[in-house]
């Protein structure tokens, strides 16, 4: 996948920013919660990533959950998610058809 460098954060430049471990974003990565990007031999992420990897530190740091919590919390967000987007669907489908 081709991405606009303009798009991308350098991992050394978003963790001083933030001021968290580079390994925090490596074990992220890790457990399949982000995405990294490398181009020319330096890691990144997309800025589209920002606010769930800004939800991640939170949980670790500021709420102390581990690694294995935050997965586990992520996944059943991401449920919970595609279950209100199916609930939307279908009321879209009812208004249609209780329309006609």
Do not use: W
Not at 1 to 22: G, K, S, T
Not at 45 to 65: A, G, P
């Amino acid at each position: 996948m081709i991405m606009d460098r303009d798009n991308l954060i350098p991992i050394q430049e978003f963790c001083a920013h933030y001021q968290v471990p580079e390994t925090f974003i490596s074990s992220l990565y890790d457990y399949e919660l982000i995405e990294i990007i490398t181009t020319e031999n330096t890691q990144c992420i997309s800025v589209t990533q920002i606010r769930n990897i800004e939800k991640l530190i939170r949980f670790h740091f500021e709420m102390d959950i581990n690694l294995e919590g935050i997965h586990a919390i992520s996944n059943l967000l991401g449920k919970v998610e595609s279950l209100q987007n199916e609930i939307k669907r279908l009321h879209n489908k009812i208004d249609f058809y209780e329309d006609q």
